[in-house]
């Protein structure tokens, strides 16, 4: 019998339904699976009494020929989602064992589904990252090794450069799918964090039209572009998620009353007859010429399937970047003021109210987050607030603007690189300059911008036997043509093989 944990989301779903499989073995397979997996640092707490509670009942709903869409599922939840009488730390010092009272919208909704809860899964501090170094836990390490590589993780080893990085902020989310340590997880995406670990470790990961997900519940980070979404193993596995996790919820005032269709419909549907545009200001002097490559074969197969393919152009692109670390910034510094010791999380005593803010503040963030707060409150002060706050606020209307051109005239949806390269190693990239670290948003951060949807789905290994990824950008609430194009890459890349479990 094959490895439960190998299964897809979709397959264990149907084995659970005709029965040929328990919830229990299937979470049993998983929780072993997870304790094997602790030099990978994906999970930050781990949860399987639950889990085999949570299996026990849906044993016995299916049993019945009851339960919900993702009835027995074992998934992970990224520590971002407030989940209640679990800690939720948002991988930071400053919530410290911080275990809320409430459950955050998207979660309740999987467990009202009938999915199980594995765990939390490691994120960057925050969510403020593109490699999960920022943890307070920790890097996440990915089960992916370039090609030739024997290195074998040691808990600490601490070798810089010996492991790849598995992207972020959704680090944990994307290493737990890709290894194989649940068959899906929650995850959010503010500048690219469900894409660009999506694309690093072979995953697929979409980031739904803002207002498709409440953000009620979970960690703020830039509210006017947080959005969640699911990591997973196959196109049509994120299709089943989101739909558990979408939906209007009064309790977020940018949570939209629209219906949440049935994803997993989408999936066959195909491209016939859809255009798809090309945008020529992401070809960047300086991709990869793998990459690119890359990028032309995703437009070859969208064509053979039945699409035509024609170039468009987004001219304010080279703007989002500086405008998006403007942006993000500000909103994170005030979204970050209530963290003063006073009310949760950890508390550093001092002389008087100030300087039990200072400490405690000096204390419980880290470096990149102290940066963003830095940023955001410089971008917000009285003497550069137009100079640099509402002008970037303007950029942010004119790129929205120019998807909605690209749109009006027809276009369905827009196919880019996901990445401009393949996962870095840990340590490798951004302690010297932090920009270095920013330049790996450049084909993301401009969908959250705009407020649209975006897949990323593996698409190739490059020549180190690293996984790259195409991403699709659809209109607003079109979330089914990006299922329906996504499924046309993935089947004519052929499934990426996931790596061999070297670290248990
Ligand atoms: N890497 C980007 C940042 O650090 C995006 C992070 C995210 O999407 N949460 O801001």
Redesign the pocket.
């Known amino acids: 019998m094959t490895d439960l944990t190998d299964l897809t989301l979709a397959d264990a779903r149907d084995a659970l339904k005709a029965r040929r499989i328990s919830a229990t073995e299937l979470t049993q397979a998983h929780v072993a699976a997870v304790e094997r997996a602790s030099v990978l640092n994906a999970y930050v707490l781990e949860t399987p009494e639950r889990a085999l509670e949570g299996a026990a009942l849906s044993d016995a709903k299916l049993a019945r020929g009851e339960g919900g869409p993702l009835e027995g599922l074992p998934l992970g939840i990224k520590d971002l989602f407030c989940t209640k009488g679990v800690r939720t730390t948002a991988c930071s010092r400053i919530l410290g064992d911080f275990t809320p009272t409430y459950e955050s919208t998207v979660t309740s909704q999987l467990w009202r589904d009938g999915a199980v809860m594995l765990g939390k899964l490691n994120n960057?501090e925050f969510?403020?990252?593109?490699s999960n170094e920022t943890s307070a836990f920790g890097p996440v390490v990915s089960p992916w090794r370039r090609q030739g590589s024997n290195v074998h993780a040691q808990a600490g080893d601490g070798v810089v450069g010996a492991h790849l990085v598995p992207g972020?902020?959704?680090g944990g989310s994307a290493a737990a799918v890709a290894a194989r340590l649940c068959l899906g997880a929650t995850a959010?995406?503010?500048?690219?964090?469900?894409r660009?670990p999506a694309a690093f470790t072979g995953t697929v990961g979409i980031k739904p039209t803002y207002g498709r997900c409440s953000r009620w519940g979970v960690v703020a980070?830039?509210s006017s572009?947080?959005q969640a979404g699911p990591i997973a193993r196959t196109v049509r596995d994120t299709a089943i998620l989101l739909r558990s996790m979408a939906g209007h919820d009064p309790k977020d005032t940018t949570s939209v009353d629209l219906a949440v269709p049935d994803f997993e419909a989408a999936v066959g549907r195909g491209v016939k007859g859809l255009k798809i545009g090309i945008p020529k200001e992401y070809r960047l002097g300086g991709t990869p010429a793998e990459i690119e490559a890359l990028w032309a074969r995703g437009a070859e197969w969208l064509r053979d399937a039945g699409a035509e393919i024609v170039e468009v152009s987004l001219p304010h692109t080279k703007y989002a970047l500086p405008a998006?670390?403007i942006v993000?910034p500000a909103e994170a510094s005030s979204n970050l003021a209530r963290y003063d010791g006073v009310r949760y999380g950890a508390r550093v005593p001092g002389r008087d109210v100030a300087g039990l803010y200072e400490g405690t503040r000096a204390d419980g963030f880290g470096r990149?987050v102290k940066r963003?707060i830095m940023i955001g409150t410089y971008v917000l002060s009285a003497g550069y607030y137009d100079a640099y706050y509402v002008r970037a606020q303007k950029i942010r209307t004119l790129i929205k603007r120019d998807f909605e051109e690209v749109y009006a005239s027809g276009v369905d949806a827009i196919l880019t690189p996901a990445t401009p390269s393949a996962a870095f190693g840990v340590g490798e990239k951004g302690s010297a300059d932090p920009v270095e670290?920013?330049l790996?948003?450049v084909f993301?951060?401009t969908v959250?911008m705009a407020g649209l949807p975006g897949i990323s789905v593996p698409a190739g290994l490059d020549a180190q036997g690293l996984p790259l990824g195409l991403q699709l950008v659809g209109r607003a609430f079109d979330e089914e043509t990006l299922f329906a194009a996504g499924q046309v890459i993935e089947d004519a890349a052929g499934r990426i093989p996931m790596p061999g479990a070297w670290w248990a």
Not at 127 to 130: E, P, T, V, W
Not at 188 to 194: E, F, R
């Open positions: 960057d969510a403020m990252g593109s972020g902020s959704s959010t995406d503010t500048g690219g964090s469900i660009q980070f830039a572009l947080d998006y670390y993000a990149e963003r670290m920013y790996n948003d993301t951060v959250n």
